[in-house]
C-alpha cells in the first residue's frame, strides 16, 4: 500500500467530506470503508484482517460510534492496535468535545483518547462539536411549528464541512499538530432561532416527553434514545452552549454560519408523522 494519508469511515459523511477535503488540498489521500466505494478500501473495525496499516503514514480515524460503548472501544483498540503494529506514523482521532463529558455517548471517545495517546504513535486528537445539521434534525414538526426538549438553551454548534475541513487541515501537515487536543466547537444556536428562519413557532417540550417519544420509534436501536436525551438535556441546561476558537484558529478563518444549516437540517427532515424526530447519529 502506498497512501500516506487513510480516512477511515469514508463511506459515511465526516469521512467522506474530509477525504473530499483533502483531495481539494491536493494531498494524496484514500479512503477506508465496510462498504468500500470506487477506490477505496475494506476496513472493517470489527474484522481484524482487513487492518492492514503498513504504509500508512497519517490515518485519519473517523469514530465508528454507531453502536454500543464496549463494542466502540473494541474496534477503536482494534484500529489502534493495528496503526501502532504496522508502523503508522500519526493518527488523527476525531473525538467529542470537551463540554460533552456528560453525554451519553461520551465514554467511548474518552475511552479511544486514552488508547490513542498510550499506543506510543504521535497522536493529534480532535474533539468535535456538535453538528448544526444533528440540532435542525433533532426538532419535531407538529403541526404549524416544530418542537424540542432543548427550550431555550443553546449549541455551539458546527458544520460538518468545517470539521472536515480541520481534519483534512492536521492531517496534510500532522507534525505541526503532534500531541495537541483541539476542541472544535462552533456558534452558538437555539431551536427558537431555527424556528423563526423557518418562519414557524417553536414550542418546548419535557425530557420526559422526549423520551416517551423516542422510545415509541421502533426505527431507533436501544442505544440511541439515551444518546438523543442525553442532547437535549445538555443543551436545554447550558452545558453546549460555550464557544472556542480552535476551530476557526485551524481553518484560518470564521466558521461556517451554522444556523443557515440547522435550518437546512430542519426543513429537510420533516418527517410524515408529525412529533417524530428522523435522527440519524451517524458520523
Avoid: C, K
Amino acid at each position: 500500500m502506498t497512501d500516506t494519508i487513510l480516512v477511515t469511515g469514508a463511506s459515511g459523511n465526516l469521512g467522506r467530506a474530509t477525504l473530499a477535503a483533502l483531495h481539494a488540498r491536493g494531498v494524496a489521500a484514500t479512503g477506508g470503508s465496510r462498504t468500500p466505494g470506487a477506490g477505496m478500501r475494506r476496513v472493517d473495525f470489527a474484522d481484524r484482517s482487513t487492518l492492514e496499516l503498513t504504509g500508512v503514514a497519517t490515518l485519519v480515524l473517523v469514530s465508528a460510534g454507531y453502536a454500543e460503548d464496549d463494542e466502540v472501544v473494541e474496534r477503536h483498540a482494534n484500529v489502534v492496535a493495528a496503526a501502532a503494529r504496522d508502523g503508522v506514523r500519526h493518527l488523527v482521532y476525531t473525538s467529542l468535545t470537551s463540554a460533552g463529558d456528560h453525554l451519553a455517548f461520551a465514554l467511548a471517545h474518552r475511552a479511544t483518547e486514552r488508547l490513542v495517546q498510550a499506543s506510543g504513535v504521535p497522536w493529534t486528537i480532535l474533539r468535535n462539536g456538535l453538528y448544526a445539521e444533528l440540532f435542525g434534525a433533532l426538532l419535531m414538526w407538529a403541526g404549524d411549528g416544530v418542537e424540542s426538549a432543548y427550550a431555550d438553551g443553546a449549541l455551539a454548534a458546527v458544520t460538518r464541512a468545517d470539521l472536515a475541513e480541520a481534519a483534512a487541515i492536521v492531517a496534510a501537515d500532522p507534525a505541526r499538530h503532534a500531541g495537541r487536543t483541539y476542541d472544535l466547537v462552533g456558534t452558538p444556536i437555539t431551536a427558537a432561532q431555527v424556528a423563526d428562519r423557518l418562519g414557524v413557532p417553536h414550542r418546548a417540550i419535557g425530557l420526559g416527553e422526549l423520551r416517551r417519544r423516542l422510545l415509541g420509534l421502533p426505527e431507533l436501536l436501544p442505544f440511541q434514545p439515551p444518546m438523543i436525551a442525553s442532547i437535549a438535556s445538555g443543551v436545554r441546561h447550558g452545558f453546549l452552549a460555550e464557544p472556542g476558537p480552535d476551530l476557526a484558529d485551524l481553518l484560518g478563518r470564521p466558521v461556517q454560519d451554522p444556523l443557515t444549516m440547522a435550518v437546512a437540517a430542519a426543513s429537510a427532515t420533516r418527517p410524515a408523522v408529525a412529533g417524530q424526530p428522523q435522527a440519524v447519529l451517524r458520523p
